[in-house]
């Protein structure tokens, strides 16, 4: 018993002592790996710096200061393994990444893919951060772009997190890539008003707006000689071409246009509709040949209608026919 606890202590002694032997390089590893730590979050920052201003640079610079980082810190940690453990080389620990590589990329294949295709819209620079997008059924502003996935912030308050791969093989509306947007919407007028003159008035409107530009000009169209009105297309630009901008304008757009129209006489309708009744009490009815739909044409005679001897006579006729069903169908209960 005495011999395997002297065994141990002398095992526990060694590892300790080799411990302290260690101590120095372990001492000096951290501090390395600390200093490129360092050095790799000052390298980020000056990329970001030298690129903040530089519209088509920007995304760039974000990926280029994070891969310079990621570079940065990885160097510093093969360093400090070196000199915490002297045997150790880095051409080993490459050669079991490479062997490992592929049952890694199955693994995570949708992290791998969803990474470059991070890259490549940072790279290609599709959108940027603060634009509008629309990506399917979400639309809003994207907040952040990093590399396995993009968030956006919803006008309502939301935050969606897409992954760049969706992002890379979808269609994406950027509604902020330019710097103005052109507006519409259809104004509906009566048939027996002037058109030249309804559009003049809409074209005086839309000038009287403070948000519409003048240059683009806005334009007014007819588009459609509707149901139960005559249909105008209305067409703005506004600049900057964010929703609120949007928004707000439209609200001032149509309120000048219904009190322009409107203080000029201009009839703005609504939809009708027009319901024919078949007349039922005609002596036709029945007969499709001869049997009218809606009102008189003015060509021919117009039916006569049923005399009451005869609609009476009718009814007691059907009223028969009711009844003999109805008792034959008892003879057959009762048999």
């Given at each position: 018993m005495k011999a395997e606890i002297s065994a141990a202590w002398d095992k526990v002694q060694s590892m300790i002592n080799g411990f302290i032997v260690l101590l120095p390089n372990i001492v000096l590893g951290l501090i390395v790996f600390i200093f490129f730590f360092f050095i790799a979050g000052r390298i980020k920052a000056l990329v970001k710096r030298v690129t903040r201003n530089r519209r088509y640079a920007g995304n760039l610079g974000l990926v280029l200061g994070r891969l310079a980082k990621g570079v940065t810190i990885l160097i510093g940690l093969?360093?400090?393994?070196?000199?915490?453990?002297?045997?150790?080389?880095?051409?080993?620990?490459?050669?079991?990444?490479?062997?490992?590589?592929?049952?890694?990329?199955?693994?995570?294949?949708?992290?791998?893919?969803?990474?470059?295709?991070?890259?490549?819209?940072?790279?290609?620079?599709?959108?940027?951060?603060?634009?509008?997008?629309?990506?399917?059924?979400?639309?809003?502003?994207?907040?952040?772009?990093?590399?396995?996935?993009?968030?956006?912030?919803?006008?309502?308050?939301?935050?969606?997190?897409?992954?760049?791969?969706?992002?890379?093989?979808?269609?994406?509306?950027?509604?902020?890539?330019?710097?103005?947007?052109?507006?519409?919407?259809?104004?509906?007028?009566?048939?027996?008003?002037?058109?030249d003159l309804a559009k003049q008035l809409m074209l005086d409107a839309m000038l009287s707006v403070d948000e519409v530009l003048k240059d683009p000009a806005p334009d007014v169209l007819a588009m459609e000689l509707a149901g139960s009105s005559v249909n105008i297309r209305v067409r703005w630009w506004v600049n900057p071409p964010r929703r609120a901008d949007n928004l707000i304008s439209r609200d001032k757009v149509i309120t000048a246009i219904k009190k322009k129209l409107v203080a000029n006489g201009i009839d703005l309708p609504f939809p009708t509709q027009q319901i024919l009744f078949h007349d039922q009490t005609e002596e036709t009815d029945g007969n499709r040949s001869r049997q009218r739909e809606g009102w008189p044409s003015g060509k021919g005679e117009v039916p006569k209608p049923r005399s009451i001897s005869s609609s009476l006579r009718l009814l007691a006729q059907k009223q028969d026919d009711g009844n003999s069903k109805v008792d034959s169908a008892k003879v057959d209960n009762e048999t």
């Open positions: 093969f360093i400090a393994l070196s000199i915490v453990i002297p045997s150790f080389k880095v051409s080993d620990l490459v050669q079991l990444l490479g062997i490992s590589g592929v049952a890694i990329g199955f693994a995570f294949r949708d992290i791998l893919q969803n990474f470059l295709a991070g890259i490549l819209i940072l790279l290609t620079e599709p959108f940027q951060i603060d634009d509008q997008i629309v990506f399917k059924s979400f639309e809003g502003t994207v907040e952040n772009i990093e590399t396995r996935a993009t968030t956006i912030r919803t006008y309502d308050g939301r935050r969606i997190v897409i992954p760049n791969s969706e992002l890379f093989i979808n269609s994406v509306t950027v509604n902020t890539a330019f710097d103005n947007r052109r507006l519409e919407y259809d104004v509906g007028i009566g048939y027996g008003d002037d058109i």
